[in-house]
């Protein structure tokens, strides 16, 4: 089994190859391809994944190249963590829109806008790419924003599916609360990428969200860093990133005061890269964890093993509405629970979305709509139109304001702008 990985240059590459090498069982990779143009970054990325393999007696074999069609040719699956502008590009979209008094947040709002108009059109031509040396293979896709993402590849026909980490973190720490095992839990995930509510945790087919709302509620607030209030008075376990939503104002000030998640990342990098170097390390290094990106490396072997050997099990991902929600389109993009096997995936049977939670994916999905148009046909006014449909923008001002700061910093990565 040949899986490659582009953006695999990354520092949180080795996470993902140390959960290769714990579920090799899982999922037999042979051959681990790591794609990037820094070649720098990958050799020591690579270094650290060969002693990773070989501490944990994986046979499998690691490659690294900076030629993506070398990289693609041949693979069952391939899995998407590229970041194109890198964190400079990430570091401008969590500053600009503070300016206009918007939250500062490289998936959420404008900056998530800039992020998909430099990354829907390279992740297009490397899924076309793909299809034409491995029509069979797989596209996973972990690059942000995910929704918008993975509704561009699945609107353009590829064998696509989109992953995120946020439900398998709750399972986990649900799991933990209840002194369960994560796989007894089953969770009432709905709602879109970066904009979901956990409406049940089932064990066994009991829901236990009542208790661990009982009895946990303020931990569990603390780490939302949304009220215990709301909580209670929802019944939901929201994600973090409906804080952005649900205290936009409040954000904004905290986020003025205090260095951006890029200048933390950045920072985390350097010391990340310099640990890589040394040829004695032959494991990932505590210090990842604060890297972001938890339990990805489960997630991506669960759902690779899946769509791979045809399982057949049910897994939280990103896919097609078709149905789901009636009230979205049917090739909306969703993150819900879905059967995943070699046809692709299947949203699963789920009780209708409350007007709560409906108006803000209604809302949302517009937007990502939009935004998709103009990603991959570019134009001011596309733009702007996706800005004035996002709520937290809606505002003729503000769209204008935000427009106008989004093409002034991202025109070396968008031809059409400059």
């Known amino acids: 089994m040949k899986l490659t990985v582009v953006g695999g240059g990354s520092t949180y590459t080795p996470e993902l190859v140390d959960g290769f090498a714990r579920l090799r069982d899982t ?3 042979t051959e681990l ?3 990037d143009p820094a070649k720098d970054r990958l050799e020591l990325v690579g270094g650290l994944a060969e002693r990773i393999f070989a501490k944990q007696g994986h046979p499998g074999r690691v490659v690294t190249t900076t030629d993506i069609d070398a990289g693609i040719d041949g693979a069952d699956a391939v899995l998407l963590q590229l970041r194109v502008g890198g ?38 031509d490397i899924a076309e790419r793909v299809r034409r040396t491995n029509p069979d293979a797989w596209i996973i896709d972990f690059t942000n924003p995910v929704g918008i993402v993975t509704r561009a590849l699945l609107s353009h026909g590829y064998k696509a599916v989109g992953l995120c980490n946020v439900a398998i973190g709750f399972q986990r720490r649900f799991a933990k609360l209840l002194g369960v095992t994560p796989d007894q839990v089953q969770l009432d995930h709905v709602g ?21 709302l009982e009895g946990h509620v303020g931990e569990l607030a603390a780490d939302l860093k949304l009220p215990p209030e709301l909580l209670l008075q929802l019944g939901v376990v929201p994600s973090y990133y409906l804080r952005y939503f649900y205290q936009h104002d409040d954000v904004v000030q905290e986020l003025l005061t205090k260095p951006s998640r890029a200048a933390e990342v950045a920072a985390l990098e350097t010391q990340l890269l310099e640990m890589y170097a040394d040829p004695q390390l032959d494991e990932k290094p505590a210090l990842l964890e604060q890297r972001g ?29 078709d149905g789901t929600f009636p009230f979205l389109a049917d090739d909306a993009v969703i993150e819900v629970p879905a059967t995943v096997g070699a046809d692709g995936t299947m949203p699963v049977a789920l009780a209708p979305l409350e007007p709560l939670y409906a108006g803000l994916v209604a809302h949302v999905t517009a937007y990502e709509d939009l935004a998709l148009q103009a990603a991959i046909k570019g134009g001011r006014e596309r733009v702007f139109e996706a800005l004035l449909a996002h709520p937290l923008v809606g505002q003729i001002s503000l769209a204008d304001q935000l427009t106008d ?11 059409w702008a400059r």
């Open 405 to 415: 700061k989004l093409l002034a910093h991202n025109k070396q990565h968008l031809p």
């Open 27 to 29: 999922l037999p990779v």
């Open 192 to 212: 879109l990428n970066h904009l979901t509510w956990e409406r049940a945790v089932r064990v066994d087919g009991e829901d236990m969200l009542p208790k661990l």
């Open 87 to 124: 964190q400079a590009a990430r570091q401008e979209d969590e500053t600009w829109p503070l300016e206009c008094g918007c939250v500062g947040q490289e998936t959420t709002g404008a900056g998530g806008l800039a992020k998909a108009l430099r990354t829907v059109p390279v992740v297009l």
């Open 33 to 35: 391809v790591l794609v």
């Open 293 to 321: 990106g938890a339990y990805y490396s489960e997630a991506a072997v669960d759902l690779a093993s899946s769509l791979l050997n045809d399982t057949g099990d049910v897994q939280v991902v990103n896919t097609l509405n």
